[in-house]
């Protein structure tokens, strides 16, 4: 653990490749890696910000390929300009997202794995890794989820490079069917991020929630209109006629049109009522204000 004081925690997502990496894709080209790493960066991103954690995306999801200023999109100019990124923001926390690969065809080779740089075993990496991996677990297994790996050691540049605590997650296989499944599908991305959220939580000593659970209470119920007397032309210095002229002046969008509210339902008062009940109450009687036009009205 981990906690922040007097500030919000950063955490910095970074998701691997881009759509100009070459491969990087499985088998049958259903799944593209940079597509699936830039959608379980923001499905975090949305997690963390509602827990009031301070993010960078290192680079802008929504397809953009990375720092379109180096051309060298795979090589080690690209992640070299990443990890100076990262580090010149000063996070607390990295997090890199990969699908992960093995052989040349589909195989059978599975499963969910960590990794930290093997330059950081014993250091707060590690730690926050076994937090990850408590949560991980429990959306990986056997059957049809994909196995937990655990997690290994391997200096990777951008976990490497980055000074924060950071850490790589390989969700599972593009070159196995069930994994490619699970990767392409929106359930276990959901099952996934709400996991790693969970996990930077904890770290940060922040309460877990989940913003998928807010519920926006339902409206109370207006009022019932009182019942009203019906009103015609002819009335004087009538106080219902004030309540009907103030009524039919929300409705008159232009101020230096609206009548006098005199209580007197004169030739000016039945022409407005007749032109909001044309536009309302095509039903009721013209130029009377019967129950069904205050119902409207006041409404
Ligand atoms: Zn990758």
Known sequence: MSAVIGRKPKVALTRGHDPSTPGKRSFDGKLREWAFNDDMAARLNKHLLFNGIDVLLTIPTGGADALPDINTHNGYLNRKARIAKINAWKPDLEIEFHANACGTNWNSGRGQILYIAASKRGTDSE????????????????????????????????????????????????????????????????????????AVCEWFAIPFKNYKNVVTPPKPPKPPVPKMPTLKRGMVNNDDVRKLQNAINKFIADKKNWLDVDGDFGELTEQALIAVQKALLPSSPLGVADQATWDKLLA
């Open 127 to 198: 730690k926050f890794i076994n937090v990850l991996r408590k949560y991980m677990r429990s959306v990986a297994g056997t059957g049809s989820i994909t196995p937990d790996r655990g997690f290994g050691y391997k200096n990777f540049d951008i976990v490497n490079g980055v000074k924060a605590p950071c850490c790589l997650i390989e969700h599972a296989f593009m070159t196995n069917h069930e994994d490619v499944a699970l990767l392409l599908s929106d359930v276990q991305r959901d099952k996934w991020a709400e996991a790693e959220a969970r």
